[in-house]
């Protein structure tokens, strides 16, 4: 099976790439219901961060990119790596721990990996991996390259030195980097409200000149528009760019963290439902005629027998072998 991934393809109409977009966000949505599900039957090992209700920003990030350009994540990122084209196959395999998995089945949910793909990982350190999307715009612009890196992390990073040296350097040298904040309001099951705080650091990041926007996560198209205009910066001169995107987990941190913990109302969680990625954007192309029910019915159905099908294939491969333990690249 192959992924249908939300970059424009040429000829692409307006509506048939908002149509892929739909698809993208249902195809996200349907593989971590089933991640939560393969979790709770033991399938998974370790840390599993799910990411219903945010598919909004990996997809609309990606249509604004070109599949050359490079993308790095937090450990909260089944949905970039699906979206940047590495197949719900490799990525449910390497969650399941099978050496047929994108990372040989030694990353699991935090260390999604693609070369190829220019996916980056998967980070598991709040912040860590911020100085690397530097380090790689930094490369592309030693290289006279026309890429953009795009870097997804927590609001929680924006506490981390390494945010402010990434994003300081990424402006005295002027790279293509995008710095996309993906505000959840919370940070590992703290109580705290972060969105005005992370606003002020869009504000701070603007005075060391890099652009600032606060986006409207929810809403796909604002997330795409919002990253055309910092790829447009990035790939002009190497202005880099912070994108604020406000976004709200439905499920827990992770799997190990009750669906609403200590720290939020179970009324908050519905009220944000109202404002549903996807049905947002099911209701805007049928409002313009550009879908009906049974053609998400179909999109739907689709994105599920996909995720149904990488479960059998990671279900049917095979462990690591015992000799690749102390291995660190994976064998072509
Ligand atoms: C340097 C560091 N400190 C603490 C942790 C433990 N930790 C894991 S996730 C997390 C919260 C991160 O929240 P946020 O950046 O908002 O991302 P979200 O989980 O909401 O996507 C923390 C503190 C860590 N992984 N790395
Ligand atoms: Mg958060």
Redo the contacts with the bound molecule.
Sequence with gaps: MTTVTAQPAKGDTQAAQQRRMLREMLLIRRFEEKAAEAYALGKIGGFC?LYIGQEAVAVGVSAALEPTDYVIA???EHGQALVRGISPRAVMAELFGKSTGCSGGKGGSMHLFDVEKRFMGGH?????HLPLATGLAFAIKYRGGDEVCACF?????VN?GAFHEALNMASVWKLPVIFLC?N?R???GTAFERVAAVTDVVEHACSYDIAGEVVNGMDVLDVQAATQRAVQRARKGGHPTLLEVRTY?YMG?SMSDPLHGVYRTKDEVEEQKKKDPIAQLFQRLRQDGAIDQAGYDALEAEAKAEVEDAVTFADESPDPAPEELTTHVLAD
């Excluded at 598991?124 to 860590?128: D, E, M």
């Design positions: 961060h937090s450990y909260r598991g350190i709040v912040g860590g992390f927590g609001e929680a990073a981390i993906e959840n919370y940070g590992m987990r941190h």
